[in-house]
């Protein structure tokens, strides 16, 4: 099949097709959103490994009040304030530690 003849015959057949409807607005209007918004606060973990890791975290870090993105570790050989790293070098990098566990030995 030579293309003139190719294109020919798709402009064919989308001249068949109905038509869209006119401006996104109006297509907009027509279909219905399925998702709701929610409340994030009630959301809850069921048992299993994110719920075991969550509580794990909870266990030596805790949020500071009234402070977005602050946090303090608990139970550390040095306690320590953390704050988004950007707010300290006005870059965005990850940073990692050992943290020491209760009753596990310092190695």
């Known amino acids: 099949m030579e293309r003139r003849t190719f294109i020919a015959s798709g402009a064919a057949v ?6 869209w409807p006119s401006g996104a607005a ?5 279909v ?5 918004p929610f409340d994030v606060a009630r959301v809850r973990l069921l048992a299993g490994p994110f719920l ?3 509580m794990v975290t909870a ?5 500071q009040p009234g402070r977005p993105l602050e946090f303090r570790t ?5 306690d320590l304030d953390l704050v988004p790293f950007y707010r300290l070098m006005d870059e965005r990098y990850g940073v990692y530690w050992r943290i020491a566990r209760p009753g596990a030995s310092r190695g």
Do not use: K
Request: glycine content about 4%; hydrophobic content about 45%.
């Open 74 to 78: 608990t139970g550390q050989e040095r």
């Open 59 to 63: 266990s030596w870090i805790a949020a």
């Open 26 to 30: 109006s297509f907009r209007a027509e």
């Open 32 to 36: 219905q959103p399925r998702a709701q």
């Open 14 to 19: 989308a001249a068949t097709l109905p038509a």
């Open 52 to 54: 075991d890791a969550m």
